[in-house]
């Protein structure tokens, strides 16, 4: 792509960040939160909504737009893989029998980032169609909303959980580090769309 967009943020406080201190909806004010369970739950929320803040007021076409050859990933790959995950992190914790796949069957959904190789149908199949984009939304806040009702019954950070006893605090950890980097990746995504630059 030949064209480059101008470098801008929409905030006017301080122009490195997305928007103003009182436009951002991270900021609740106030001092951090107090223990460890809702620290950790602070920083997951934040990072939800800094990748659904990078990818407001864009259309499909917009969302579905892949980086550089040969990788295949897109803002819209990016949520219906962050939604993947959520349900692979449900299976772990569940007893029951595991959830299907959401994108491409047995093979799709463990991928990281569309990386070549394997069935990346998360990210394959993001296609520049608005229903594409509203379902990936549907089905990211229904994947977070399934893990995080699980996972409210556990407040004990150190219990372990499903069949492979992973104890609630290495989850919680893991799912902060999972959408910390690919919103490193939706910074960047973002900025080819259009410019638009913060954190």
Not at 28 to 54: H, I, W
Not at 62 to 82: E, K, N, Y
């Amino acid at each position: 792509m030949d064209e480059r967009n101008a470098r801008w943020s929409r905030a006017t406080v301080y122009p490195d960040m997305w928007v103003d201190p009182e436009d951002d909806p991270r900021n609740s004010g106030g001092v951090s939160p107090d223990g460890e369970l809702a620290t950790l739950q602070d920083f997951l929320s934040n990072y939800r909504a800094t990748l659904l803040m990078k990818c407001e007021g864009l259309d499909a076409e917009q969302m579905a737009r892949r980086s550089v050859p040969p990788s295949t990933m897109s803002l819209l790959g990016l949520v219906r893989h962050l939604a993947e995950v959520e349900r692979d992190w449900h299976n772990w914790i569940g007893d029951g029998e595991p959830l299907p796949k959401l994108y491409g069957g047995d093979g799709g959904g463990d991928s990281e980032g569309g990386e070549g190789g394997g069935d990346n149908w998360d990210f394959d199949g993001a296609v520049a169609e608005q229903a594409e984009v509203d379902a990936a939304y549907t089905a990211l806040a229904r994947e977070q909303a399934a893990t995080d009702a699980v996972l409210a019954e556990h407040p004990d950070l150190g219990e372990r959980l499903g069949k492979d006893g992973f104890a609630v605090r290495e989850l919680l950890v893991h799912r902060i580090e999972e959408y910390a980097r690919h919103c490193g990746h939706a910074d960047l995504l973002r900025e080819r769309i259009d410019g638009r630059v913060g954190q």
